[in-house]
């Protein structure tokens, strides 16, 4: 069973979350049964952007690291405080954790910069929040990541997206990353994407 660290800062967006724990857990029931999905977070309550409280399953300095396969992180809101706990060391660790052993990070809109702000991006292709008014490109150029005007980038193991309309692509290349075309193909469809 390949396991996927989702982990969440407050003010994280529900919806860039959501996609991950869907899409994973349609894999665990429906799919080939292979993936497993744990909630982490730096304490055991964390609030969303639009003040959905979640439990997480499991607080950062309990888990042990090697027993995951995958990071997914969604993005959130400076406003309600996101990168208080996005840049927090220990946040920041695991990141640092999961790209030293060269396993797959996926991340959601300016949870980008999280990845930047750890020092995994200098000198690799990323993207962030791209609306015309948002100064998030700048942030992460200088961070040192080359930023590309595309919906998704990857760049190896490391994908970065532009906003929260890209959760479910992102999702899936996820689950592509830890199965296969094939099996992605087929949870697609029985979520209805390919109807």
Same mark, same amino acid.
């Not at 962030?128 to 590309?148: D, I, M, W």
């Given at each position: 069973?390949?396991?996927? #660290?989702?982990?969440? @800062?407050?003010?994280? $967006?529900? +919806?860039?979350?959501?996609?991950?724990?869907?899409?994973?857990?349609?894999?665990?029931?429906?799919?080939?049964? &292979? %993936?497993?999905?744990?909630?982490?977070?730096?304490?055991?309550?964390? *609030?969303?952007?639009?003040?959905?409280?979640?439990? +997480?399953?499991?607080? +950062?300095?309990?888990?042990?690291?090697?027993?995951?396969?995958?990071?997914?992180?969604?993005?959130?809101?400076?406003?309600?405080?996101?990168? *208080?706990?996005?840049?927090? $060391?220990?946040?920041?660790?695991?990141?640092?954790?999961?790209?030293?052993?060269?396993?797959?990070?996926?991340?959601?809109?300016?949870? =980008?910069? %999280?990845?930047?702000? &750890?020092?995994? #991006?200098?000198?690799?292709?990323?993207?962030?929040?791209?609306?015309?008014? =948002?100064?998030?490109?700048?942030?992460?150029? @200088?961070?040192?990541?080359?930023?590309?005007?595309?919906?998704? +980038?990857?760049?190896?193991?490391?994908? !970065? =997206? =532009?906003?929260?309309? !890209?959760?479910?692509?992102?999702?899936?290349?996820?689950?592509?990353? #830890?199965?296969?075309?094939?099996? !992605?193909?087929?949870?697609?469809?029985?979520?209805?994407?390919?109807?």
């Amino acid at each position: 069973m390949k396991k996927v #660290l989702l982990l969440l @800062a407050d003010g994280f $967006e529900a +919806v860039e979350a959501s996609v991950f724990t869907d899409v994973f857990g349609w894999n665990k029931w429906e799919g080939d049964r &292979s %993936t497993e999905l744990i909630t982490v977070g730096l304490r055991k309550q964390i *609030k969303c952007t639009w003040n959905f409280t979640v439990l +997480v399953e499991q607080v +950062v300095g309990d888990i042990d690291l090697e027993q995951f396969d995958a990071l997914a992180i969604p993005g959130g809101f400076e406003e309600v405080g996101y990168y *208080k706990d996005a840049y927090d $060391e220990r946040f920041l660790e695991v990141i640092r954790h999961f790209d030293a052993k060269d396993k797959p990070i996926a991340s959601i809109c300016v949870a =980008s910069l %999280t990845l930047g702000r &750890s020092g995994i #991006l200098q000198n690799r292709q990323a993207t962030t929040y791209n609306h015309p008014t =948002s100064h998030r490109k700048e942030q992460l150029k @200088a961070f040192g990541a080359h930023v590309q005007h595309s919906p998704i +980038v990857q760049d190896g193991h490391i994908i !970065t =997206s =532009s906003n929260p309309a !890209t959760g479910f692509d992102v999702a899936f290349l996820l689950l592509e990353a #830890l199965t296969s075309k094939e099996n !992605t193909k087929r949870v697609k469809e029985l979520m209805g994407f390919n109807n």
